[in-house]
């Protein structure tokens, strides 16, 4: 889809038309989903002015709209950008699409593809599965929408190299999947109370750090628990996170933000129309503070010690939220709830009392 005399190879052509997908057309649009399933499709165009008979129509109409628009953007392509792009697309070639089409035939095979032993999860955007490439585990990961994949590999992009949180492998608009590095540990959502591991202060504040490093690459995590893994031996790992823009949710925000993950257990859901629900929600609410409290207690000690600037900040932004009459909040230790003169409870809330909290 190129108009200079120079032929270029197809890996070229189609960096060219996913730089011009990311940036020449508005983000999250139907043109741009377009663009980016057909990216290797259009670059075996070589002559925008004979187009293949066998193209289809809504693309060839796409095409002939952009012409204009997409010639002047290759006049203004970042080499860097294209280099990565078309490595990738050997890249990816050469050492995943054979294993990630042969688990695309898997699932074409069944109507619940989520029963393979390959699936790994889902969230809202996608389902992930397991793959193997040369001895080595990744996460596939297929995106509902392609424009959102190529939302997801921003930070993916950014956050290369960052250890303990996820490493982009490559990725394919063509397969529609994005692959990472398979990190180790459990979804921390997924320990009972009864069999859930005592964190360590190395590894919460190892976890700490990495939330750190990715705010200085322009990143902020999503602190939804379900995105955190914890390995016995290597700590936590951060699954999810994206560019920082305009939020005004800082870095001791997201820091403080941890103790969701660090509290996180797999409790039994209660039925809200037994007759005994009242009496067992206070017996669980009781036994999530026993965890909570003492987690806290450590939590808030780490951060005084080690990150005191850190919590001075959080301290700073909750007051003035707290005096603008616009804003609601609930605070970190929420006594409202609590059985407060519970004996294992109170020597807690003196202590996070002690400290300020």
């Known amino acids: 889809m190129d108009r200079n005399s120079t032929p270029k190879p197809p890996e070229h052509l189609q960096a060219q038309i996913e730089a011009f997908s990311d940036k020449g057309v508005r983000d999250f649009s139907e043109e741009q989903e377009w663009f980016l399933r057909h990216s290797a499709e259009l670059a075996k165009i070589t002559n ?5 008979q066998n193209i289809p129509p809504e693309l060839a109409k796409l095409i002939e709209l952009h012409r204009k628009n997409y010639i002047v953007f290759l006049c203004k392509e970042k080499r860097e950008e294209l280099q990565y792009r078309k ?3 050997e890249h990816y070639k050469k050492n995943f699409q054979s294993a990630i089409r042969t688990l695309k035939e898997k699932m074409k095979q069944t109507d619940t593809p989520k029963i393979l032993p390959d699936y790994l999860g889902s969230g809202s955007n996608g389902d992930v599965y397991r793959i193997e490439v040369n001895g080595k585990e990744y996460a596939a990961k297929f995106n509902h929408y392609l424009t959102q994949a190529n939302f997801e590999l921003k930070p993916l992009l ?9 490493q982009l492998a490559a990725y394919s608009f063509e397969d529609g999947v994005i692959i990472m590095e398979l990190l180790p540990g459990t979804d921390v959502t997924n320990f009972t109370p009864e069999h859930a591991p005592e964190y360590s202060d190395e590894h919460i504040i190892q976890l700490i750090e990495t939330v750190q490093k990715l705010n200085q690459n322009g990143l902020m995590i999503d602190p939804k ?5 914890y390995d016995k031996k290597g700590g ?16 001791a925000d997201s820091i403080m933000d941890l103790r969701i993950a660090l509290t996180a257990r797999k409790w ?3 039925d809200w129309r037994a007759g005994d629900y009242e009496e067992k929600f206070a017996t669980q609410n009781l036994e999530r503070n026993k965890i909570y409290l003492p987690i806290m207690v450590r939590f808030l000690t780490i951060l005084q010690e080690k990150f005191p600037d850190i919590l001075e900040d959080w301290k700073r932004g909750y007051a003035e939220r707290e005096a603008n ?8 230790i929420d006594r409202s709830s609590m059985q407060t ?3 294992d409870i109170a020597p807690h809330l003196k202590r996070l009392e002690e400290m300020g909290f």
Do not use: C, W
């Open 268 to 270: 039994p859901q209660l």
């Open 236 to 251: 936590f790992s951060v699954l999810d996170f994206h560019m920082q823009g305009e939020s005004r949710y800082s870095l």
């Open 48 to 52: 925008l002015d004979e187009l293949p």
């Open 158 to 166: 950014r956050a290369k190299g960052t250890k303990h949180a996820a």
């Open 325 to 332: 009459p616009s804003i609601s909040q609930t605070p970190p």
């Open 87 to 89: 490595e990738n697309v």
């Open 225 to 229: 628990p379900s995105n955190f893994l």
């Open 341 to 343: 003169n519970h004996p």
